[in-house]
């Protein structure tokens, strides 16, 4: 079979890579043709490069727009083309003659909001294909013209997938379309093995784990909520792990005495499975995620999580059983759910123990197994 992998991720690597790359690798494993589709970053991934390697045709696209020149060729040819017949900037996808086209895509409405190009591609394309929809925006409104892109994209795709069942009903509340097509996919984890709780009678470490970007993950928050009064007193260190755009100003928050020696910057750890051992807490204040993987993580390695309800934490978070759910997003409803987890330490070891056993026994950790069965 001849499959071709799509994605929209603005990033040379992040978490909406993992399920279609580890898709694509056992495709490959299994005799499969496969073209991946990238932008053109300076220097591509390890495991955009490993694809390559193994014998996946790459295909690279401008960021994010081509030269104006291929641009006023487009619009011209355009003019000209009848209906099924534009020229797109994915054109080179369909010269591979795909069986069935997988688009993940990072922002969620891609398609939808190109309609001069994305949305062409897809009305012109005479195969299967399917959508891995990564991400949402809470409280946005879509206009009529966009519901109805969004709903023409449903009727027309194979598997219409989404990263948490808050996710998908999100996406039906704000498009109006029933998404009769629509299911949930879990994400890869890496094999955490099963280590014991730090020893809570010393200092007790959380950590944050995810980009640092604060409209997103919320790190600000848990900053602001360690500087008050009631944690002075506390034996605790934060450790904060990733990178993203607000990292100075994320260190800046912590140059006061108060939280000068208390928190610590690591950027990215590959030692995933070290950096969970090492800790008794995973906070993840999100203010907007449709899983977190870090969730997920922080369960198989029986860490328990404070969490915000937004993405699948809602439904993997047993309140006071694995970890403490906080009852909104504000920075009160976290600090709340902070204090009752400080004042439930005991609990802890059980609650994280609970928590892997939830991830082992309802959680698919074959999931690119699952996606190539859908694709194939």
Same mark, same amino acid.
């Given at each position: 079979?001849?499959?071709?992998?799509?994605?929209?991720?603005?990033?040379?690597?992040?978490?909406?890579?993992?399920?279609?790359?580890?898709?694509?690798?056992? @495709?490959?494993?299994?005799?499969?043709?496969?073209?991946?589709?990238?932008?053109?970053?300076?220097?591509?991934?390890?495991?955009? *490069?490993?694809?390559?390697?193994?014998?996946?045709?790459?295909?690279?696209?401008?960021?994010?727009?081509?030269?104006?020149?291929?641009?006023?060729?487009?619009?011209?040819?355009?003019?000209?083309?009848? @209906?099924?017949?534009?020229?797109?900037?994915?054109?080179? =996808?369909?010269?591979?003659?795909?069986?069935?086209? /997988?688009?993940?895509?990072?922002?969620?409405?891609?398609?939808?909001?190109?309609?001069?190009? /994305?949305?062409?591609?897809? *009305?012109?394309?005479?195969?299967?294909?399917?959508?891995?929809?990564?991400?949402?925006?809470?409280?946005? =409104?879509?206009?009529?013209?966009?519901?109805? /892109?969004?709903?023409?994209?449903?009727?027309?795709?194979?598997?219409?997938?989404?990263?948490?069942?808050?996710?998908?009903?999100?996406?039906?509340?704000?498009?109006?379309?029933?998404?009769?097509?629509?299911?949930?996919?879990?994400? #890869?984890?890496?094999? !955490?093995?099963?280590?014991?709780?730090?020893?809570?009678?010393?200092?007790?470490?959380? @950590? !944050?784990?995810?980009?640092?970007?604060?409209?997103?993950?919320?790190?600000?928050?848990? /900053?602001?909520?360690?500087?008050?009064?009631?944690?002075?007193?506390?034996?605790?260190?934060?450790?904060?792990?990733?990178?993203?755009?607000?990292?100075?100003?994320?260190?800046?928050?912590?140059?006061?005495? =108060?939280?000068?020696?208390?928190?610590?910057?690591?950027?990215?750890?590959?030692?995933?499975?070290?950096?969970?051992?090492?800790?008794?807490?995973?906070?993840? #204040?999100?203010?907007?995620?449709?899983?977190?993987?870090?969730?997920?993580?922080?369960?198989?390695?029986?860490?328990?999580?404070?969490?915000?309800?937004?993405?699948?934490?809602?439904?993997? !978070?047993?309140?006071?059983?694995?970890?403490?759910?906080?009852?909104?997003?504000?920075?009160?409803?976290?600090?709340?759910?902070?204090?009752?987890?400080?004042?439930?330490?005991?609990?802890?070891?059980?609650?994280?123990?609970?928590?892997?056993?939830?991830?082992?026994?309802?959680? &698919?950790?074959?999931?690119?197994?699952?996606?190539? &069965?859908? !694709?194939?």
């Amino acid at each position: 079979m001849r499959i071709a992998f799509i994605t929209t991720c603005g990033f040379p690597w992040g978490g909406c890579e993992q399920l279609w790359t580890r898709t694509a690798a056992l @495709a490959l494993s299994e005799g499969h043709e496969v073209l991946i589709s990238v932008f053109d970053w300076p220097e591509q991934h390890p495991v955009i *490069r490993s694809l390559e390697a193994a014998g996946a045709r790459l295909l690279l696209r401008r960021r994010f727009y081509p030269p104006a020149a291929i641009r006023l060729r487009k619009r011209i040819m355009n003019v000209l083309m009848p @209906a099924g017949r534009k020229v797109t900037y994915h054109d080179e =996808v369909l010269a591979f003659r795909p069986d069935h086209v /997988l688009l993940s895509l990072a922002g969620g409405d891609e398609i939808a909001s190109d309609p001069g190009d /994305l949305m062409v591609f897809i *009305r012109q394309l005479q195969v299967p294909f399917t959508i891995i929809h990564h991400s949402m925006t809470i409280g946005h =409104v879509y206009p009529q013209i966009t519901r109805d /892109l969004f709903a023409e994209i449903f009727s027309k795709a194979r598997h219409s997938l989404f990263t948490s069942r808050f996710q998908l009903d999100l996406y039906r509340q704000q498009t109006g379309d029933p998404i009769r097509n629509g299911r949930v996919v879990a994400h #890869p984890l890496p094999n !955490i093995p099963y280590t014991p709780l730090p020893d809570i009678d010393e200092t007790i470490r959380f @950590a !944050i784990i995810g980009s640092l970007v604060t409209r997103w993950k919320g790190q600000d928050m848990v /900053l602001s909520i360690l500087s008050r009064e009631a944690w002075a007193g506390r034996d605790w260190h934060l450790d904060i792990y990733g990178t993203g755009e607000d990292e100075s100003r994320l260190q800046s928050l912590t140059e006061s005495s =108060v939280m000068r020696d208390r928190v610590s910057f690591h950027g990215h750890n590959s030692d995933i499975g070290r950096v969970y051992a090492e800790h008794h807490l995973i906070l993840i #204040p999100s203010r907007q995620d449709t899983g977190p993987i870090v969730l997920f993580e922080a369960m198989l390695a029986a860490r328990p999580v404070v969490g915000t309800p937004m993405g699948a934490m809602a439904e993997f !978070i047993s309140d006071s059983m694995t970890g403490v759910l906080a009852s909104g997003l504000s920075e009160t409803d976290f600090e709340e759910a902070m204090e009752r987890a400080w004042q439930s330490i005991s609990e802890w070891p059980a609650w994280g123990r609970a928590a892997r056993a939830r991830i082992l026994n309802t959680y &698919d950790l074959d999931p690119d197994r699952t996606l190539l &069965d859908l !694709i194939l």
